[in-house]
């Protein structure tokens, strides 16, 4: 078995693969040196926190020796020969599998403005050691899109006593699967800690000291960093001839084209049962490591389709917010106010069926609603919308239907 990637999903497929019993070779492929980290605190605690300054590995040296893995950092595969099934190294070695899975993930997508060169961005744990070193107090920082990474680059930035300034072009941030009023919530969030948030007007240009708005308005900044969405990495499954659609493109086992390459994590989209059988690509790290334990079980000739509910979680100040499902498969919203300054809304399909829940609040204030929800959400329940809205109901009461 020969996994290429260094991140959530190729940390756990290794794991996953011994857990079915598998006593075969793992060889994990990554074009970093360092050994398999977790990403999220990229953008928060990688930042902030006096002590954090080494990634959060997912693999130490102990679990990497339990588990009978061998590692080829620094040295990223290049090519898949499917003909002989080998993959190609920078080195020109090469390296034999009998099943192959691409963890590739996904890489920041670049500002296409006059001067975006000078924008900044986040992918891995050397991006993060430059953050740290333009951070600081009365530092002029603007980040450029007002998406979960943005979002949380700038609390962060915020934290340390930045000046900061979020720029978004569309009419609001969170546009893609947030609901509105949650949106806000975070928006004045913001405002409060003392971002200025600028909504609704494009880039002109960016220079080494400045962004140009369309309006005419000039930004000072002593840092630019964009934070405008991520790419799947595809090009050495696209280069092999797999088939491509919004990321490697998998069915419901995680299998690509090829039988012998699977694909998990941000690089991949599947069809999911409970989209209505649409093709997604989740960006997610619980996601991550669900797709990771579906193909482990697949590529040793399981047949288990992903059907796992998405969920989604981000920090933003002492804020947390979680998504489950799909909001846009559920035009009817229900509010459910879980405690103060709380907020989770279901999103129920015309038939009362429950397709996706969004919830924001301090600390863990709506996780409970959030997790039960997840589980009417993969049962298609249509739960009582009476019991939904009324917080002095337990909704747990709602599993026993």
């Known amino acids: 078995m020969v996994i290429v990637g260094g991140g959530m999903a190729a940390a756990r497929a290794c794991i996953n693969l011994r857990a079915n019993d598998y006593a075969g070779t793992i060889t994990l492929v990554s074009e970093e040196t360092l050994l398999p980290y977790d990403r999220p605190p ?8 006096e002590a954090a300054h080494a990634p959060v590995l997912l693999l130490d040296d102990s679990i990497v020796a339990s588990l009978k893995v061998d590692l080829r950092l620094g040295h ?13 190294l920078s080195d020109g070695s090469t390296i034999a599998y009998a099943k192959l899975l691409l963890a590739t993930g996904a890489k920041p997508r670049k500002l296409n403005c006059p001067g975006g060169e000078h924008a900044l961005t986040l992918r ?69 800690a003392g971002v200025t948030m600028i909504i609704g007007t494009g880039i002109s240009h960016i220079t080494e000291s400045a962004v140009h708005l369309t309006d005419g308005r000039i930004i000072a900044a002593d840092t630019v960093i964009a934070g405008i969405g991520a790419s799947p990495e595809i090009k050495l499954a696209a280069d ?39 093709r997604i690509r989740l960006e ?30 981000s920090d933003q100040y002492d804020l947390s917010l979680q998504i489950a499902g799909s909001a846009e498969l559920g035009p009817n919203t229900i509010t459910r106010i879980p405690a103060e300054g709380a907020l989770v809304l279901f ?55």
């Open 240 to 278: 092999a001839g797999l088939a491509i659609e919004n990321g490697i493109a998998c069915n419901a086992q995680m299998q690509t084209s090829d039988p012998n390459i699977y694909a998990a994590g941000d690089c991949a989209s599947f069809p999911h049962q409970q989209m209505e059988g649409k």
């Open 347 to 401: 999103h129920m399909a015309d038939d009362g069926t429950i397709k996706g829940v969004s919830g924001i609040g301090l600390g863990n204030s709506i996780g409970r609603d959030v997790k039960i929800a997840e589980i009417l959400i993969a049962k298609s329940t249509r739960p009582s919308p009476e019991i939904l809205a009324d917080a002095s109901q337990p909704l747990r009461a709602l599993l026993k239907g």
């Open 42 to 49: 990229l953008s928060k605690a990688s930042i902030v926190d």
């Open 284 to 313: 997610a790290w619980r996601s991550a490591q669900e797709q990771a334990a579906t193909a482990a079980v697949n590529m040793l000739g399981g047949d288990k389709a992903h059907t796992n509910v998405p969920w989604f979680w």
């Open 124 to 192: 891995d744990h050397k991006d993060t050691v430059v953050l740290r070193q333009k951070f600081g107090p009365g530092k002029k920082i603007v980040v450029i899109g007002g998406g979960f990474i943005g979002l949380e680059l700038a609390s962060s930035a915020s934290k340390l006593g930045c000046t900061v300034t979020l720029i978004e072009a569309q009419p609001r941030i969170l546009m893609r699967g947030v609901p509105e009023a949650i949106a806000k919530i975070v928006h004045d969030a913001h405002v409060a």
């Open 76 to 88: 990223p595969a290049t090519a898949i020969n499917r003909a002989d099934q080998s993959i190609t």
